[in-house]
């Protein structure tokens, strides 16, 4: 089957807009995790979904960051106002797993490279 | 905390061994590998998982001392394809639900 998909796969920003980046996962996977990896360094983590449910968004930068799986697939992450710091490739992942300590691996898409001028 | 990789960077001719160290000063549930490429998405290498086990598929495996809150992967016979950013990911009870990466290991293989 498919693996993970994103859309777009590249993204130019002014300063200031608002973007929206799309997560596919893996159909039947229950967990989706999104990460934020600058250049030259390795992915970090922003928000953790099981099915529906945001059960962690302690990694997101600021208020200006919001993501949503309303109905525990497809997943959007938004960011409003956005910053030259915003710049990143942004990964989603998903899993099989409901648990996170079920040691399932993630599966990680291509990446949306979101660059803001 | 950001687990630290070991070395940076490393050259290798084909067919030499390699040895890539990942510590943590947090106690670990789990430890992740993966390998990336240039302009792609991380791929999953293999998990371990407390209570010190060892890992391999090919020529590629790895070790997780719990104690230490060490994992080392070790790459034998290096091919060409192995060539890649190698990044360790871990899991501590407690902490966020995602997996927290080092910043890699950069992995140059020479024909």
């Known amino acids: 089957g498919a693996g993970v998909s994103q859309s777009p796969r590249y993204k130019v920003a002014k300063r200031g807009q608002d973007v929206a980046l799309r997560c596919d996962p893996i159909s039947g996977h229950v967990s989706l995790f999104w990460y934020q990896q600058a250049l030259g360094q390795g992915p970090e983590f922003l928000t953790y979904?099981?099915?529906?449910?945001?059960?962690?968004k302690s990694g997101l930068p600021s208020d200006r960051f919001f993501a949503e799986r309303p109905e525990g697939s497809v997943s959007t992450l938004k960011i409003q106002r956005t910053q030259q710091e915003d710049s990143a490739v942004y990964l989603c992942?998903?899993?099989?797993?409901?648990?996170?300590?079920?040691?399932?691996?993630?599966?990680f898409g291509p990446g949306t490279r979101l660059t803001v001028l | 905390q950001q687990p630290v990789q070991s070395p940076q960077a490393v050259i290798l001719r084909e067919g030499e061994d390699a040895v890539i160290n990942c510590s943590s000063s947090k106690a670990l549930y789990s430890v992740h590998w993966y390998r990336q490429k240039h302009g792609e998405a991380p791929v999953f290498l293999m998990i371990?998982?407390?209570?010190?086990e060892q890992k391999g598929h090919d020529k590629i495996s790895a070790s997780f001392n719990e104690k230490k809150q060490q994992s080392s992967l070790y790459l034998t016979a290096s091919q060409l394809s192995y060539s890649g950013t190698y990044f360790c990911?871990?899991?501590?009870?407690?902490?966020?639900?995602?997996?927290?990466f080092g910043k890699g290991t950069h992995l140059i293989i020479q024909p």
């Open positions: 990911g871990t899991l501590s009870g407690g902490g966020a639900d995602g997996l927290t």
């Open positions: 992942a998903s899993s099989l797993a409901g648990d996170i300590f079920r040691n399932n691996e993630q599966f």
């Open positions: 979904f099981q099915n529906e449910a945001q059960l962690d």
């Open positions: 371990l998982l407390k209570g010190g």
